[in-house]
């Protein structure tokens, strides 16, 4: 089923992987050089250094729940029914 062993090697050649994979890229570059940046005021960048590596992290998750397989895994939940308290 296009699966080599533990890892979908096939959805990481997929345009969507690629396309996460870029994503990441790009996150962490912005957080580096914001990070790096020889301005006084550091507290000013705080905020954008917690956003992007929060979702630097929420990509990464779902990149390795994706190549792990863990959706094919787990059962389908229907999200209207949960309650969201």
């Not at 990070?35 to 779902?62: D, E, M, N, R």
């Amino acid at each position: 089923m296009g699966t080599e062993g533990v890892l979908n090697l096939e959805y990481l050649r997929s345009p969507q992987a690629i396309l996460k994979i870029t994503q990441m890229v790009f996150l962490l570059t912005a957080f580096l050089l914001v990070h790096t940046s020889w301005f006084a005021v550091q507290y000013v960048y705080v905020f954008f250094q917690v956003i992007t590596l929060g979702v630097f992290i929420i990509i990464l998750l779902f990149l390795c729940a994706t190549t792990f397989g863990l959706p094919s895994h787990l059962p389908p939940t229907c999200w209207t029914l949960t309650p969201l308290r």
